[in-house]
């Protein structure tokens, strides 16, 4: 741990903007990073192969019709 803290005071952002700014923003994208991976997730269980529109549906699908160009 202290080597870690090492590297990072040797960097010239932390020392310019200091270690507790550089842990913030590295934290906010690290939480930012998470909430659009479960987003993607939930989108591809929502939406994925298996998923189809529910049994309620089933046959309804050539029932639907495109507007003419």
Do not use: H, K, N, T
């Not at 090492?6 to 200091?18: H, I, K, S, T």
């Not at 993607?40 to 507007?67: K, L, N, V």
């Amino acid at each position: 741990m202290q080597e870690l803290l090492q590297r990072l005071d040797a960097d010239p952002e932390v020392q310019r903007d200091g270690r507790s700014a550089v842990l913030r923003r590295a934290a906010e994208a690290y939480l930012q990073q998470r909430r659009a991976q479960r987003i993607a997730d939930a989108y591809r269980r929502g939406y994925g192969q298996a998923a189809g529109i529910g049994e309620e549906f089933d046959g309804w699908e050539e029932e639907a019709q495109w507007p003419a160009d």
